[in-house]
């Protein structure tokens, strides 16, 4: 049956409305009394050297309130790093200064040098104009290949661009080396998987606001983890104590990871606001966006996966080089390794697997987690070297896969985690179900028969979600814990107040959030409020990425509304002069088991604050508890996706014909939002495998800059699509039993989509493509590969 | 700076501006309509479509100066007495948003397809929605709201002007 309320209903959304009407308010829309506005002129080269900087004519041009460089910041910090990875030889990674203004060297293009302040943006961009700059141009590194083998230095610090070196599971290599060497078949695959940009739709933005009557600093800020962002640029960069800095984020116009990092911006803000002492907003623009946010992804593979002769999988080898930018981003470091080497085992029963990853620094835009940060490359390179396998075998890729899944849970894998559930043969089942496999062949041929090309692509993935365990990404080298935290606040008439260290920029969660609390309590969703997204108001949080906010959040508000209900049975039973053992909660009301007396929600909420008849010796007034939730393990959302597509041979291009997903998120709390959530991650994905793709020159120039050379999918290049939650199991670990499902829809679909079309063209015995798979990458594998099919 | 006066959402509105003012910087820095959004700079996300004398612009391509003595259209007219359009329903009801950056535009956009082609397909949907970008939907369930306004609108009796 349907459920129409609570937990597994599909809720319409509470946060619509407004969003509909016109009334969200992101940080763009604010304005304070006397705001003056930032522009900052920033590197058109990739590498270079500030031979001199003259400002004094950008300060003396109508409106300018103060010109900042470099040197206003001596004794501020860098923007840190929130991960240390120790490497092969015991080392910690190189970790250079990433300063708020460049500081005598330009690393990339975008790379802010002096900013402007004055009355207005048109006015302070004017100004910028003015600025005496000359830069002697530096050679760049920008393929990474290049950079570690020898090309020029990005950071006197780091040797040969190496951030690190980085081997795991470090006593696996030889085991792995001999397995390889041995197997009876080896299918080696190189792949790249291409730099995206994260383009939400809403550019950041930041307006800083110190008021000196209590010195106090506000920061409205587009982000996903406002507390974060009050920790790293409190303590490391400005040097604030948190009590005299708030940070705000208000309705922020998506993120898929860009928005989880500290950026200099922020900090720029901030610190300026105090020193001009009048609010000051930063906007960026679109171009702005490009060369500014972390962009995603950029790994350049090789795999090895070793079989005997039945197909089963006996060792996976890979090496990466993994691109950091010109400066680590907040949690960079952790991509390649722990959210990349620990997927490694992706569905599979592998036994031997091993990985070596090389960071690299060049000249281009920092690189951080981008929608699945790791999880996606480490699926594609699984996935894709596995439908390689069966195809060079000569198996069916579904055989070959359910052939080599995992089925009984726990399952420890060799590359550090343990998975708590799932059923793959379940997902691969649905997705082959809903997808129609039995009818391909008729529409292959049908296709045909009009002159196309239709391949049929299946991928499985798995994610390490809900993140994370505190003491193991502690050892890990993560630099902070990885809870979350909410308070509730039941108030007097029984409604209910939430504040989430989770923050939605997107999600739902003030729907969702309050479909869990209002199932555990009985009440009407529309009595439970859910607080968000500003430093003073909710606790200590550690905010909204990896598919965490459910999972860890979610399971946060649970322990704070178990509290709770243990308490008002505590009430319960004095009201109703019964022993507390004997006390039943359920449907919004206390009763007394095996009796017909009972007291409703209200009433004890009230006895709660209004304590006339109450046990004041054995417990305190008010109703409202906190929680802070540190996770077991990760959870481990699963599933099988199927692509179809059709090629056309004469142009290259590929037309996504249908698409099907089985995902396993565990118990699924609002469907439509979690299919939402879905559809939305297949677009970005298949965006990636179809058309996006950051383009830097030989010199460092990003050619991709605007909408009109990065390829943003649009509605006419995606079908609708299938997506199932049927096939679930629910997660061993936390309250609610969910994993999370941001990111699945990004992680699954690229492989997908790419051995469908890689389907397609088997008649051109086409082994690999890198993506994006654009019309003329198509065209010219099949216009090379044209004479030896006609010969066969 | 020239003066400009115009209509929006039936109000008359007047104003000083530049002349490099985009409508766009009219409606929200001016009128402080921020429900009209900015999204990218060269014309091609959509974030910031309204209806001026009818008809669905980029409030990004068309200067302030331009719109002089226009009837514009912001998303914030469109629910009339606190009840939201059909097409602003639509969206609601099959869950057209996420974020919500991308979605006045959308709305709009949507409000005048459904004027010009009272019945479109799916793929004509799909076609008239590109010159407008979400990264959340995957459009899925816009391209789902807009077929659902259509017909709740073709459904409803034509209302007396
Ligand atoms: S802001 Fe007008 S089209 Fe993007
Ligand atoms: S809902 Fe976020 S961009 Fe469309």
């Known amino acids: 049956m349907t459920k129409i309320t609570g937990i597994g209903a599909s809720s319409k959304r509470r946060e619509d409305k407004r969003f509909l009407t016109g009334k969200g308010r992101y940080v763009d829309d604010m304005n304070r009394p006397g705001q003056a506005h930032v522009h900052f002129l920033r590197s058109d080269m990739a590498h270079g050297r500030i031979v001199s900087l003259d400002v004094s004519a950008a300060e003396a041009a109508p409106g300018v309130i103060k010109v900042f460089t470099a040197k206003d910041f001596e004794g501020v910090g860098g923007i840190p790093c929130g991960w240390l990875i120790t490497d092969r030889h015991g080392q910690p990674m190189k970790e250079p200064k990433h300063p ?25 961009k004017d100004a910028a104009e003015l600025v005496e700059l000359e830069l002697e141009e530096l050679p760049a590194a920008i393929d990474m290949r290049a950079a570690v083998a020898g090309g020029p230095q990005v950071h006197d610090e780091a040797p040969d661009n190496l951030c690190y070196d980085w081997d795991f599971p470090a006593e696996s290599k030889d085991a792995v080396d001999e397995a390889i060497r041995n197997a009876h078949h080896v299918t080696v695959l190189e792949l790249r998987n291409n730099r995206l940009v994260a383009n939400p739709m809403e550019p950041r933005a930041a307006l800083g606001e110190y008021d000196d009557a209590d010195d106090m600093h506000t920061l409205w800020t587009t982000s996903q983890n406002p507390h974060v962002i009050r920790l790293l640029m409190g303590a490391f960069v400005l040097g604030l104590p948190e009590h005299k800095l708030r940070v705000v984020a208000p309705d922020v116009g998506g993120g898929f990871g860009s928005k989880i990092y500290h950026y200099a911006e922020e900090a720029f803000v901030t610190f300026a606001a105090k020193v001009v002492n009048r609010p000051v907003k930063w906007t960026s623009d679109r171009a702005e966006a490009f060369m500014s946010d972390a962009h995603g992804r950029d790994h350049v593979c090789k795999v090895e996966l070793a079989m005997d002769a039945e197909g089963h999988f006996l060792a996976l080898r890979s090496t990466t080089l993994a691109n950091m930018g010109a400066y680590l981003s907040t949690f960079a470091p952790c991509i390649p390794t722990w959210l990349h080497g620990t997927l490694l085992a992706g569905n599979y029963k592998t036994p031997l697997i091993f990985t070596n990853v090389r960071a690299v620094f060049t000249n281009t835009v920092p690189v951080d987690a981008y929608r699945g940060a790791g999880r996606p490359e480490a699926t594609y390179l699984i996935e894709r070297v596995v439908d390689k396998a069966a195809r060079e075998i000569g198996m069916d890729p579904a055989e070959l896969r359910r052939r ?22 379940a997902t691969l089942d649905k997705v082959l179900q809903v997808a129609d496999r039995a009818g391909f062949e008729a529409r292959r041929a049908e296709s045909a028969a009009r002159g196309k090309l239709r391949g049929f692509g299946l991928a499985h993935y798995i994610e390490a979600c809900g993140i994370a365990p505190s003491s193991l990404v502690g050892a890990l080298g993560a630099r902070a814990g990885l809870y979350e935290a909410a308070t509730v606040r039941v108030n007097p008439t029984g409604s209910v107040s939430v504040f989430t260290g989770s923050h939605s920029h997107g999600q739902g969660h003030e729907t969702t959030f309050a479909q869990v609390v209002a199932d555990r309590l009985g009440i009407e969703e529309g009595a439970v409020d859910i607080v968000h997204g500003d430093t003073s108001k909710v606790p200590f949080g550690m905010g909204t990425y990896g598919s965490r906010s459910l999972a860890v959040g979610g399971s946060a508000i649970v322990k704070s509304v178990d509290k709770i209900v243990a308490k008002a049975k505590k009430i319960a039973a004095h009201l109703l002069e019964a022993s507390e053992a004997d006390i039943a909660f359920e449907d919004g009301k206390f009763s007394v088991s095996g009796t017909d007396r009972s007291v409703a929600w209200a009433e004890v909420c009230l006895a709660a604050y209004v304590p006339h008849n109450y046990p004041l010796d054995a417990i305190e007034p008010g109703l409202e508890e906190t929680s ?16 179809e597509v059709e090629v056309d041979p004469d142009t290259g291009k590929v037309q996504v014909m249908s698409f099907a997903a089985a995902d396993d998120f565990g118990n699924v709390v609002n469907p439509m939002i979690v299919e939402g959530q879905v559809h939305g991650g297949l677009a970005q994905g298949i965006g990636q495998a179809l058309m996006e793709g950051c383009v830097y020159d030989e010199s460092g120039q990003l050619l991709t800059a605007s909408y009109m050379d990065y390829a943003m999918p649009l509605a006419r290049d995606l079908p609708s699509f299938t997506v199932d939650n049927s096939a679930c199991t629910p997660c061993t670990h936390n309250p609610l039993g969910v994993k999370g499902c941001g990111e699945a829809g990004a992680i699954g679909s690229p492989p997908a989509l790419v051995n469908a079309v890689l389907d397609a063209l088997s008649p051109y015995g086409i082994a690999h493509l890198d993506m994006p798979l654009t019309p003329s990458k198509v065209w010219e594998a099949i216009d090379a590969a044209r004479p030896a099919a006609a010969a066969e | 700076m020239p003066g400009i006066s115009m209509t929006v959402n039936g109000k008359p509105v007047s104003g000083e501006v530049e002349g490099r003012t985009l409508l766009v910087q009219f409606l929200r820095e001016d009128l402080g309509l921020t429900g009209t959004h900015v999204g990218c700079d060269t014309s091609q996300c959509g974030a910031c479509t309204v209806l001026v004398n009818g008809e669905s612009v980029k409030a990004c391509t068309m200067l302030a100066a331009t719109a002089d003595g226009a009837q514009v259209r912001t998303i914030e007219g469109e629910a009339k007495g606190g009840a939201m359009s059909v097409v602003q329903a639509a969206f609601q009801e099959h869950h057209g948003l996420q974020c919500g950056f991308c979605t006045p535009g959308m709305v709009m956009s949507i409000t005048d397809l459904l004027r010009v082609n009272a019945e479109p397909s799916e793929a004509q949907v799909r076609e008239w929605l590109k010159g407008n970008i979400c990264r959340c939907t995957g459009y899925h369930n816009i391209v789902k709201a807009a077929l659902a306004a259509a017909a709740e609108l073709r459904a409803q009796p034509v209302a007396a002007e």
């Open chain 1, 628 to 643: 802070f939730y540190d996770p077991a393990n990760f959870t481990y959302p699963s599933g099988a996706y199927v692509c």
């Open chain 1, 404 to 425: 080599n899944f995992i089925t009984q849970f726990p399952y420890q894998t060799p590359v550090a985690v343990e998975y708590d559930s799932g059923d793959y043969n």
């Open chain 1, 100 to 124: 708020i203004l460049a500081e005598g060297k330009v690393r990339h293009v975008g790379d802010p040098i002096v900013a402007v302040v004055a009355e207005t943006r048109a006015q302070a």
